[in-house]
């Protein structure tokens, strides 16, 4: 993450980051040339509730998410992804405990392999 959005995320209140999401959403469906009703029709809210959310009003966050797949923008979920991080000290002994080489055979194991053929 690049340092300078984070501090300026962090700056914004509340309100100014519900209006950034608003205008992102309703620059996304203008492009795709699609009207409120159209939106809200297929993400099953009411027109309101999407003028609301492009306005940077509150709704609920399923409502959110209905649109952003209406206009496939799912994508953008990929920040809320957990993923499993090792420590480097487990790291580290992970790759001390990897083989280095192959063991040499025992001549007990040779006569095993051996088919004969």
Do not use: C
């Not at 297929?42 to 027109?47: F, K, V, W, Y």
């Not at 966050?61 to 209406?70: E, K, T």
């Not at 992804?81 to 055979?105: F, H, M, N, T």
């Amino acid at each position: 993450m690049n340092d300078i959005s984070y501090i300026e995320w962090q700056t914004m209140s509340d309100k100014s980051l519900m209006e950034t999401i608003g205008n992102f959403i309703k620059s996304h469906r203008l492009n795709q040339n699609k009207s409120q009703d159209e939106v809200a029709t297929a993400a099953g809210i009411s027109r309101s509730t999407l003028s609301l959310l492009e306005r940077g009003e509150k709704v609920r966050i399923d409502s959110l998410i209905q649109v952003l797949r209406v206009l496939d923008l799912l994508y953008v979920m990929d920040v809320f992804r957990v993923q499993d991080q090792i420590s480097p000290l487990a790291y580290a002994k992970l790759k001390k405990k990897q083989r280095k080489q192959a063991s040499p055979k025992s001549s007990k194991d040779s006569g095993k392999d051996d088919l004969g053929w």
